[in-house]
C-alpha cells in the first residue's frame, strides 16, 4: 500500500509539533501554581495534653470568593474544656505551615465568644507522629505548647498522636482579617508578620 501525498506532506509537520511539546510541554501541562482560591488546611485528630489527651477537627480554606472560611471543634477529654468556632475570619499558608484565626465559643457558653489561633503543620503522610498543631485562645487556654510556652516562629506545636494534617496552596500573606492582638509576640507565626 502506497501513501498518499497529502499524509506525506503532514507527517513531517505532525513530527516537528510533536518534538516541539516533547521539549517544552503543552502549556496546559504545566502545573498550575497554587494561589488562594485553592489553598486550604484540613484534619483531625488527637494530642497529649496535661493528664491525658484532647482530639480536634478543622477546616480552613480561602472560599471561591477570595474570603477566609472553614470550622474548627476541640475537646480537651482532661478538663471537659470544648472549643467551637463561630467564624475563620483569617488564614495564612506557607510551604507546609497553616494559621487560622477567628472567633469561638467555650464549653456551649455563646455569650462568651474568645479570640482562637489554631496552627498546623503538615510534615508526612501519615501525619501521625509528625504533623503538629497548636491551640492558642485568647482567655489564656492553649492545648499543644512545647514544655509549658507557647513557641514562636512558624513551627507548630506538639505532634499528633493520632490523625492527619493536610495543607496544600499558598495564601501569598493573610487572607482576611490580620490575627488577633493577644497572639503577635515579636518573631512570631506566618500570621503575625
Known amino acids: 500500500m502506497t501513501p498518499q501525498l497529502s499524509t506525506l506532506k503532514v507527517l513531517p509537520a505532525l513530527a516537528g509539533t510533536l518534538l516541539g511539546l516533547l ?8 502545573p498550575a501554581t497554587p494561589g488562594p482560591a485553592t489553598a486550604k488546611a484540613t484534619g483531625g485528630g488527637s494530642i497529649d495534653v496535661p493528664g491525658g489527651w484532647a482530639t480536634f477537627g478543622l477546616v480552613a480554606k ?8 472553614g470550622n474548627f471543634t476541640f475537646q480537651d477529654h482532661v478538663t471537659g474544656r470544648m472549643v467551637k468556632s463561630v467564624e475563620v475570619t483569617g488564614l495564612a499558608i506557607s510551604g507546609i ?27 508526612a503522610e501519615p501525619g501521625a507522629g509528625v504533623d503538629t ?10 492545648a499543644g505548647v512545647i514544655g509549658g510556652s507557647v513557641p514562636t516562629g512558624a513551627a507548630s506545636g506538639v505532634t499528633l498522636d493520632g490523625g492527619n494534617i493536610q ?27
Request: net charge negative; no cysteine.
Open 133 to 142: 498543631f497548636l491551640l492558642r485562645l485568647s482567655n489564656g487556654y492553649s
Open 23 to 30: 521539549a517544552v510541554g503543552p502549556a496546559s501541562a504545566q
Open 167 to 193: 495543607v496544600r496552596g499558598l495564601t501569598d500573606g493573610i487572607v482576611g482579617a490580620p490575627p488577633p492582638a493577644f497572639i503577635a509576640p515579636p518573631g512570631g507565626g506566618i500570621g503575625t508578620d
Open 97 to 123: 505551615h497553616a494559621e487560622f484565626w477567628g472567633k469561638a465559643v467555650t464549653d456551649g457558653n455563646s455569650d462568651a465568644e474568645v479570640d482562637f489561633v489554631v496552627d498546623v503543620d503538615d510534615v
Open 62 to 69: 480561602v472560599s471561591a470568593k477570595g474570603q477566609p472560611q
